[in-house]
């Protein structure tokens, strides 16, 4: 799994509740990304980061913040969740993207659930 | 129009057949190919990459590139009941911006 830790693995919320998901790095990798995973859509970026304070959006941002003050943790944050935003999301990581042989690396996911 | 087409599938084949999952695309600035395998409540895990047209070979997998025809191929020799997973396409830019086909769902019956 490339040293990554997504937690937690699953989550059941409320409508209108925050909800904060972690990635965990051990691979020093500079980029980190957050994706959601939906029948139909397949991987769609949310955000992503190029460094410790570093952030900017992906296509799919509205209701989503981000935060990474180290090198090895990137938060996602749903500030008041909804049932649109029950899906997978995965944490990936990559080196250099736009160099060479650097593709993404994915952790397991998170399943949350908004009821 | 996505930029990227994936095959839906499902595709279910006996064991030992030969399988071929395919992608196009319609941005010309993909310069990277890539092909994940996703096991059923895991994350995606990168298996071939490439970013030439040709072929590219590794054991029983075996991916190709035709960039003039904004197409690429993943083929699987012998197939296995453990090659059962969705195969997603993804493709990368220079700039590094990634994207994916909605992935294609194999079952390799034994």
């Known amino acids: 799994d490339a040293g990554i830790t997504q937690s937690p693995r699953h989550k059941v919320t409320e409508t209108g509740t925050p909800v904060t998901l972690r990635c965990h790095q051990t691979e020093n990798h500079r980029y980190m990304y957050w994706y959601r995973q939906d029948p139909g859509h397949g991987l769609r970026l949310i955000h992503y980061s190029y460094g410790v304070k570093d952030t900017d959006k992906g296509e799919v941002s509205d209701g989503y913040s981000v935060s990474r003050s180290k090198t090895e943790d990137f938060l996602l944050t749903l500030e008041s969740a909804t049932s649109s935003q029950t899906s997978v999301y995965f944490c990936a990581i990559s080196e250099s993207p736009g160099q060479g042989k650097s593709p993404l690396h994915f952790g397991n996911g998170t399943r949350l659930t908004v009821t | 129009q996505k930029e990227v087409e994936q095959d839906p599938g499902p595709l279910s084949v006996p064991e030992g057949a030969i399988v071929s999952l395919n992608c196009t695309y319609s941005?010309?600035?993909?310069?990277?190919f890539m092909w994940y395998r996703q096991y059923s409540r895991k994350g995606p895990e990168l298996l071939m990459y490439t970013y030439s047209s040709g072929n590219k070979e590794d054991g029983r997998f075996t991916a190709q590139v035709d960039k003039s025809s904004k197409y690429i191929s993943l083929f699987i020799r012998d197939s296995q009941p453990s090659d059962s997973a969705t195969y997603l396409c993804?493709?990368?830019?220079?700039?590094?911006?990634?994207?994916f086909g909605d992935g294609t769902t194999l079952t390799v019956k034994p």
């Open positions: 941005n010309s600035a993909f310069q990277y």
């Open positions: 993804a493709m990368k830019t220079n700039a590094g911006k990634s994207t």
